[in-house]
């Protein structure tokens, strides 16, 4: 049955005149009951953050149909609001510039019933943020246009975190972070599947971060999956030309990682 699932979806932007943008053409993607994490691999344009979003029910599609634990999220909306939560691509869109940061923590907490007080909701806001590396004192006071960008996107990953889902849809959640905190973000994202059992679609253009944490890893070219396999099998022999480009560009191995490739990096690379 699968945990998330998208089936046969299809998303067609335009019409009536404007000219037609297929963004999604028949996907399907599952993810199994187990805790796993998916990456959703592909440039810009081939309908990432379209299927994540129909994944989320944010957008209806053209066809197809979405299920979560075997119903459509309109089976039982606020249990999927609370187990389904999402760090978007762009964060600014989701904060209301109008308030300060506390409320886009405490108001879930309270809404979903995770906090009595807002004292609580307020102490448990605090530890979220120093999960995803913020100072509270400096960050709950202030509006999100006072913030960076990449500590925006750390807030929603620290608010998604304090909702405790069964599946988070992370779409590109640390591009807009340096180096040194996409490595702890990604190490935090792989900690919740492993300590706390929690699924997650990991959506990138960065083939290196997927290879790092993904379980399987799902390729996408214009509006469609080209490729779905096991880490080592999508970077050891990569089927699709878009994937064997993507595999040339991966940067040569940090020692420090285990990539696995030793002496077949040429062939790969190849
Ligand atoms: N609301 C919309 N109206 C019209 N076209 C849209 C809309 N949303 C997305 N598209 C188009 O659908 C296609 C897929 O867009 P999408 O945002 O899903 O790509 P993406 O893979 O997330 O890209 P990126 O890596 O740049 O985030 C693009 O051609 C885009 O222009
Ligand atoms: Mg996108």
Known sequence: ????????????????????????????????????????????????????????GLQEPTAGTVLYRGAPPGADPARFRREVQAVFQDPFGVFNPFYRVDRALVLPLMRFGLAGSKGEAMDLASRGLEAVGLRPAETLGRFPHQLSGGQRQRIMIARALLLKPQVLVADEPVSMVDASLRATILESLWKLKTERGISIVYVTHDLTTAYQIADRIVVMVG????ESGAPEAVIHSPS?????????????????????LEDETDEVAA
């Open 223 to 226: 509006g469609e999956i080209v």
């Open 1 to 56: 049955m699968g945990l998330i699932a998208a089936r046969d979806v299809s998303m067609t932007f335009g019409g009536f005149g404007r000219p037609e943008t297929h963004a999604l053409k028949g996907v399907s993607l599952a993810l199994p009951d187990e805790p796993s994490i998916v990456a959703v691999v592909g440039q810009s344009g081939s309908g990432k953050t379209t299927l994540m979003r129909i994944l989320l």
């Open 240 to 260: 699709h030309p878009y994937t064997k480009a993507l595999v040339g560009a991966v940067p040569p191995p940090d020692p420090s990682v285990d990539w696995g």
